[in-house]
């Protein structure tokens, strides 16, 4: 409940940011500012996350540059915290296609995260790299390290230090 108490209120605070960059969005790059992909949540369960459309024939646009380089397009995941298919922090949900070669399924035993362990103190986005520190954060998982996580979470977006995703 303290995730989607804490979700609703940062989407209230920062709505303004994401109508701004969803009429970008629809002005610049003429596109749906909206992009749903399926992804693995708790327990194998398939889910959509919402993100906002950085890419356009599969090229990253001018826009959507500055939109991933400070996680603007990460802002509607909240409305998935909300619905309860992810929460603030966890290991960050894959792709299904990502479960075919590697097993990853013990990733899956809690909700997935719009920001985790691997994202700030990963070095890389090798696959096994990803497993090594989600599992870290599933086997150590704490209210500090949920702190430590979110403050620097925050402190990297603002400083527009790209996170491992």
Same mark, same amino acid.
């Given at each position: 409940?303290?995730?989607?108490?804490?979700?609703?209120?940062? @989407?209230?605070?920062?709505?303004?940011?994401?109508?701004?960059?969803?009429?970008?969005?629809?002005?610049?790059?003429?596109?749906?500012?909206?992009?749903? %992909?399926?992804?693995?949540?708790? $327990?194998?369960?398939?889910?959509?996350?919402?993100?906002?459309?950085?890419?356009?024939?599969?090229?990253?646009?001018?826009?959507?540059?500055?939109?991933?380089?400070?996680?603007? $397009?990460?802002?509607?995941?909240?409305?998935?915290?909300?619905?309860?298919?992810?929460?603030?922090?966890?290991?960050?949900?894959?792709?299904?296609?990502?479960?075919?070669?590697?097993?990853?399924?013990?990733?899956?035993?809690? @909700?997935?995260?719009?920001?985790?362990?691997?994202?700030?103190?990963?070095?890389?986005?090798?696959?096994?790299?990803?497993?090594?520190? $989600?599992?870290?954060?599933?086997?150590?998982?704490?209210?500090?390290? $949920?702190?430590?996580?979110?403050? %620097?979470?925050?402190?990297?977006?603002?400083?527009?230090?790209?996170?491992?995703?």
């Amino acid at each position: 409940m303290f995730n989607k108490i804490l979700s609703f209120g940062l @989407l209230l605070c920062i709505s303004p940011i994401l109508f701004i960059s969803m009429l970008l969005i629809i002005i610049f790059d003429k596109s749906n500012p909206i992009l749903l %992909q399926e992804r693995i949540g708790k $327990d194998m369960k398939p889910f959509n996350i919402i993100k906002l459309q950085t890419k356009k024939n599969n090229n990253i646009t001018k826009l959507g540059f500055y939109l991933r380089k400070f996680s603007i $397009d990460e802002i509607p995941q909240f409305i998935n915290v909300i619905l309860g298919n992810m929460n603030i922090i966890g290991p960050r949900p894959l792709v299904p296609t990502d479960y075919i070669n590697i097993n990853f399924n013990k990733r899956t035993i809690i @909700l997935p995260g719009i920001t985790g362990y691997h994202q700030i103190y990963g070095k890389s986005n090798d696959p096994y790299g990803k497993l090594e520190f $989600d599992m870290y954060y599933i086997n150590n998982k704490s209210f500090k390290l $949920d702190l430590c996580i979110f403050f %620097q979470t925050i402190i990297n977006t603002l400083i527009g230090k790209k996170l491992h995703y």
